[in-house]
């Protein structure tokens, strides 16, 4: 069965930098495209990054763009965002997402559990 | 790009509950749709504006016409009660809608 594990997620305080993992298991993580979105403490989700299968393509929502990299490494079937000069406004819960089908039928079919960011001082 | 959802819907159980998704020109992009239980992770409920994934019950519906998609749950159990956001995609960019809270009364 699909699992996805997030981890790194913590205390971090307003500049700092914060590296997320999402392990994948239970599918072919080489062949699918792969996603981070955010929730903020009872706030609704938002997208924050996609990479497609092989890494070659990236985007970002435009408040994390130039200050977070989305990457992974598909010999170790993991996900991977890196946040730098965080601000209080990225705390939120991080989730890694699987996605389904490509172009705009794109969907996330598998999610994972969940990681919190704080950014506080 | 902006999705607009309602805040929330009453349904009584056994009812009819119907929460819409609106966005320019919606029609020509593809809607799907997450159900988030308090402290649990999105779940996929429809994805490409109306197919169900296995597993999802029967109740669970989507259709879209021109700027709007619904989602709609017949015969609603108290166990639907929950936040339902819309996403679609944009230009390479996730959309979520604002989520809807569904609550069944």
């Known amino acids: 069965q699909v699992q996805l594990v997030e981890s790194g997620g913590g205390v971090v305080q307003p500049g700092r930098s914060l590296r997320l993992s999402c392990a994948a298991s239970g599918f072919t993580f080489s062949s699918y495209d792969m996603n981070w979105v955010r929730q903020a403490p009872g706030k609704g989700l938002e997208w924050v990054a996609d990479i497609s299968f092989d890494g070659s393509n990236k985007y970002y929502t435009e408040s994390v763009k130039g200050r977070s990299t989305i990457s992974r490494d598909n010999s170790k079937n993991t996900l991977y965002l890196e946040m730098n000069s965080l601000r209080a406004e990225d705390t939120a819960v991080y989730f890694c997402a699987k996605v389904a089908a490509t172009g705009i039928r794109k969907y996330f079919d598998y999610w994972g559990q969940g990681t919190l960011v704080t950014v506080s001082s | 790009y902006e999705l607009t959802q309602p805040p929330s819907v009453s349904v009584s159980p056994g009812q009819t509950a119907s929460i819409t998704c609106s966005g320019e020109?919606?029609?020509?992009?593809?809607v799907c749709w997450y159900q988030q239980k308090p402290g649990q992770s999105p779940v996929l409920v429809i994805y490409?504006?109306?197919n169900r994934p296995s597993g999802v019950p029967e109740r669970f519906s989507g259709s879209i016409s021109g700027n709007t998609a619904t989602l709609t749950i017949s015969g609603t159990q108290g166990v639907d009660e929950a936040d339902y956001y819309c996403?679609?995609?944009?230009?390479?960019?996730?959309?979520f809608g604002g989520g809807t809270k569904l609550i069944v009364l």
């Open positions: 490409q504006d109306a």
């Open positions: 020109k919606l029609e020509y992009k593809y």
């Open positions: 996403q679609a995609w944009d230009s390479n960019t996730g959309i």
